[in-house]
């Protein structure tokens, strides 16, 4: 389910704007591509960790009602029909099952794409932007968004050794200190509940400035938007 949160000035609380999104909640087939995947492999692969970042809309959720985010949006079909984390042009857009998808059926998926992503961008350009914007009301200037996401604990064979990963890209100092006072944070707040302290480590197991959504919104708003993404090992949720 797409859900936007209208901007309203006098209800924003702290120093920033805060956008949670989580492009990979779902692994659904709109009826319109369920011809796409009708194979055994298909299927299979819908109910993996390729399918779907397992676990990610559970805490996207539990997250977007203790933030109340000025805007949040959750993915609402599977990465292997298109990934919601990836520009329109990366040759690992579509997916195996949809690579040879007719190009009117590659239009429809992206037209899906644009739907998730063009909102995200629109918002931060409205309160960043606009000359009578939410940032000139409330004399706020960033925006800060946390994308959640997950991984596989054991990919190709290696075993991921952290339970979470914080990317970011570092040569942006803002981020870095937000990740870092993150980290401190999670940390703390992990600190009676279990008997060991997760691993929480910065661009692993991968980095926070290749091809994906936070990278394209850098370009575009540069040091007033902060784009953190948070990936949660997928044997937490087991």
Request: hydrophobic share 35%.
């Amino acid at each position: 389910m797409h859900k936007q949160r209208p901007y309203k000035a006098a209800a924003v609380q702290g120093k920033d704007f805060i956008v949670v999104t989580c492009e990979h909640a779902s692994n659904a087939v709109p009826a319109a591509f369920r011809k796409y995947f009708k194979s055994a492999a298909a299927k299979a692969a819908l109910k993996t960790h390729r399918g779907y970042d397992i676990g990610a809309l559970r805490v996207y959720r539990r997250l977007v009602s203790h933030l109340h985010p000025d805007f949040c949006s959750e993915g609402t079909f599977t990465r292997l029909l298109a990934d919601l984390n990836r520009s329109l042009g990366n040759k690992n857009f579509f997916s195996e099952f949809t690579r040879d998808a007719t190009t009117a059926d590659k239009e429809r998926i992206a037209a899906l794409w644009h739907g998730h992503r063009d909102p995200i961008q629109e918002f931060v350009a409205q309160v960043l932007r606009h000359p009578k914007s939410a940032a000139a009301k409330t004399g706020k200037t960033r925006v800060i968004h946390i994308a959640i996401h997950s991984f596989t604990p054991i990919l190709n064979g290696e075993t991921r050794n952290t339970e979470i990963g914080l990317l970011y890209d570092p040569k942006r100092p803002a981020e870095r200190t937000f990740v870092q006072n993150l980290r401190s944070q999670i940390l703390r707040a992990f600190q009676d509940r279990t008997p060991q302290k997760p691993r929480v480590r910065f661009n692993y197991p991968y980095t926070g400035y290749s091809d994906g959504l936070t990278t394209s919104l850098r370009k575009e708003f540069g040091e007033k938007y902060l784009g953190i993404e948070v990936e949660i090992n997928q044997k937490l949720f087991k």
